[in-house]
């Protein structure tokens, strides 16, 4: 990771009017886009959109054509190239032609993809942005930091300072007075232009209409005040049917800004007179810029699913600590990483990528159902190929993929912590190891671990075996909670087996781009883990389930290793998570609990992979509930607590407030004690609490259940 990059985190972490700004927005935008979507099927709404917006990606060729032909028929003037430098060159000169001096533009992103600002001003060409956000970013010689709202980063007396340095002394922060300042200067500036630039949010292919959507009308004005109106449109606006419009526009508007409906939606269809009634000029530019390559890309297709609502952004816990600036980039967040990787270049997208934390928050909101933080990997995956792995990785995954060399490090590691350890923590590490213990303690290394224990545990014989997967936390750091699911599993007549072969689950490689090293993790464990007459394996660690029950398909989907994946589907039909299969047990009648238990109030933290993965959020909670718990459940309780495995050493500067904001929230919930199903995320909370000497107990929900159950 460059040094540029991590001062630009460190400066953005360190901007309390950017943090506090979106963060405050960030968690007014869940709710209000909640209430937006009530009594709407989300679901169905954006498979229609994924569905036509695939079709579209498919047809790349075919759409353009009748575009092209029917808004040619209408008078419209219609430019395809794949260059964005033609794309500058083809404005320019329409430009010079009409001897055009000052050019307005509504919010265009790919005007702003291709620098087009910047190479008009140099021709002696006046450009002014009209949407109020682009304006101000103008104005203040930045880049726009979001997708939908380009001066977000800003507060008002900011705003207040650009205006009275760049336009006209005199103003004051309040909101009302600044925009009623703005727009009459925008005013004179929409009179004056010759030529006026938008973007399109869809163009359709059927009618040759471009549809344009607005908050503050001011491309109403672009598009008829001056003589001439050209339109940048990315080839991924193409839609077939008029009729595709309808669920995109009720998308936009609710996913963007959280608003029921859009203020101003505008159809063009060809060319209309002039105010003096000469024939207005238009112009339609269909910029490629490598989007055909990216829908003809097996992985990267879903990513022309985009509307550019910059939900993912709104949602996404990394960015409302870090806005968009950090992207260095036009487009920012999760989806900007992937289109910078694709319009800019794969190496541009290497440092950015690293600020995902793969928690999922932008794909369950996603109105075009793309698989944001799956695609980021697969950039870490293409990029460790072209840049080879950093050698310390290396050496680490070299280490990881030996098992039995792994587990004797992992074993002589529990000697060698002793004098560092203290009840069970870790609370100081030396020298450059020390930050890794600076905003949480870490778990000591079990002294026995839970694969050693196991041969101990005497237990009922019976017909129906599930075999566990212990994952690495649980088998060397948490070996309690093995036990404890054995236990539960026993009464229910049910014997538990332990393949010894059983490895690492390969996350950590895989989030790293090494997808050689996940493969060889993922070949060890379906050997060991289906070499028993099992009727599941089950995991109590959601990150690891999720890795056996869809990841070894895709990193061997991904690296071609087709003759894998039918023992890898054969695993992954028998994976099964521990609240999962708890809660059918109960519904089956084989587990019961106790009666009458009232055992006080809890609150519960969902862990990223267990929610948006699995979607199994719910059988935990029921049963919590049912054993007696009284659920008090904290404010944005689905939301990362920053671990997202190496994440949180890698950038614990960004890991750290993440949990701060977690922990305030378990700690407002009332609660004394805080459950969940994740051992990576016991790992961090209980680490952070015990930083803070709080008395608040945290556990994973197999240590709550054991006792409860008859
Ligand atoms: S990736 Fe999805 S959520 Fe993000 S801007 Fe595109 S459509 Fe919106």
Known sequence: ??????????????????????????????????????????????????????????????????????????????????????????????????GVKSVVKSKSMASEEIHLNKHLELAGIEVGETDLGEWIVQLAGQTPSHMVMPAIHMSKEEVTTVFNEQVEEGQKPDIPKLVKFARGKLRAKFLKAEMGITGANIAVAETGTLVIVTNEGNARLVTTLPNIHVAIV???????????????LTALPKSATAQLMTSYVSMISGPVPNTDGTPKQLHIILMDNRRTEMSQDPKFKQAMQCIRCASCLNVCPVFRLVGGHVFGKIYTGGIGTILTAWFDALKSSDDIQSLCIQCGNCTEVCPGKIDIPGLILELRRRLAVENGQPLAQKAIFSVVNNRRLFHSM?????????????????????????????????????????RDT?????????????????????????????????????????????????????????????????????????????????????????????????????????????????????????????????????????????????LGKITYHDSCHLKRTLHASQPPRDLLAQAGYEIAEMYEADMCCGMGGSYSLKLPEISAPILERKLTNIKNSGAPLAVMDCPGCVMQIRGGLDKQNSTIKVEHTVQRLVDELE
């Open 1 to 98: 990771m460059e040094t540029k990059f991590r001062e630009s985190i460190n400066k953005a972490l360190h901007n309390p009017n950017l943090t506090g700004a979106l963060g405050r927005f960030s968690e007014a935008y869940r709710i209000s886009r909640q209430k937006a979507y009530e009594g709407y099927d989300f679901e169905a709404l954006r498979t229609q959109i994924a569905e036509r917006k695939s079709y579209a990606a498919s047809h790349l060729d075919e759409l353009a054509d009748l575009f092209t032909k029917n808004a040619e028929a209408r008078g419209t003037k219609v430019f395809r190239t794949n260059d964005p430098a033609k794309v500058r060159e083809y404005i320019l000169n329409l430009a010079r032609e009409n």
């Open 234 to 248: 990315g080839i991924e606006k193409l839609m077939e049917k008029f009729d595709d419009v309808v669920p995109v």
């Open 410 to 450: 992992l074993r002589a590691g529990s000697l060698m912590q002793k004098p560092l350890q203290k009840d069970g923590f870790i609370r100081h590490l030396p020298f450059f190891l020390s930050e890794m213990t600076e905003f949480r303690s870490l778990p000591a290394i079990a002294e026995t671990p839970f």
């Open 454 to 598: 196991f041969k101990t545990i005497q237990q009922p014989a019976s017909k129906e075996k599930i075999a566990f997967y212990a994952g690495c936390l649980i088998d060397f750091a948490y070996p309690e909670m093995g036990e404890s699911l054995v236990k539960i599993l026993n009464k229910a007549g049910i014997e538990v087996v332990f393949p010894e072969g059983q490895t690492c689950c390969g996350a950590p490689a895989r989030y790293s781009g090494a997808y050689e090293v996940a493969a060889q993790n993922a070949s060890d464990n379906i050997k060991a883990l289906l070499a028993d007459d099992v009727t599941y394996v089950v995991s109590a660690c959601p990150t690891c389930t999720a890795a056996l029950k869809q990841e070894f398909i895709s990193t061997f989907e991904s690296l071609g290793q087709t003759g894998s994946l039918p023992r890898a589907r054969e695993l992954a039909d028998k994976v099964i998570d521990f609240s999962s299969l708890v809660k059918k047990l109960v519904d089956e009648g084989r587990l019961k609990f106790k009666e009458g238990h009232q």
